[in-house]
Nanobody, 118 residues
């Protein structure tokens, strides 16, 4: 069983920063890959970033967030992060933490709202 609980969302002005956290609990083991997705109203869920949980922390970011967002992990505290900088109104969405093997996403958090507005 895998549980993912997001926190850290909220309202921020354009150009501002936020850090999302995802508390991960799993038995018998945390999946090989974790990531972040987002979904704005009336749009499809969009992949944002992903990272390997074990060994070298290889990470990947969507072109739309590259250079502004950074995914990271804390294996000791079983927490996934998404550091978001230079936020734009287009970043407004519900953000989801996800986990799974290398070829699919099996587990999802409930999601947390991020709103970028002045």
């Amino acid at each position: 069983e895998v549980q993912l609980v997001e926190s850290g969302g909220g309202l921020v002005q354009p150009g501002g920063s936020l850090r999302l956290s995802c508390a991960v609990s799993a038995y018998p083991r945390i999946p090989d890959r974790l990531g972040w997705f987002r979904q704005a109203p009336d749009t499809a869920r969009e992949w944002v970033a992903s990272i390997y949980w074990y060994n070298v922390a290889v990470s990947f970011h969507a072109d739309s967030v590259k250079g502004r967002f950074a995914i990271s992990r804390d294996n000791h505290n079983n927490t996934l992060y998404l550091e978001m900088k230079s936020l734009k109104p287009d970043d407004t969405a519900k953000y989801f933490c996800a986990a799974g093997p290398l070829d699919r996403w099996d587990h999802w958090g409930q999601g947390i709202q991020v709103t970028v507005s002045s």
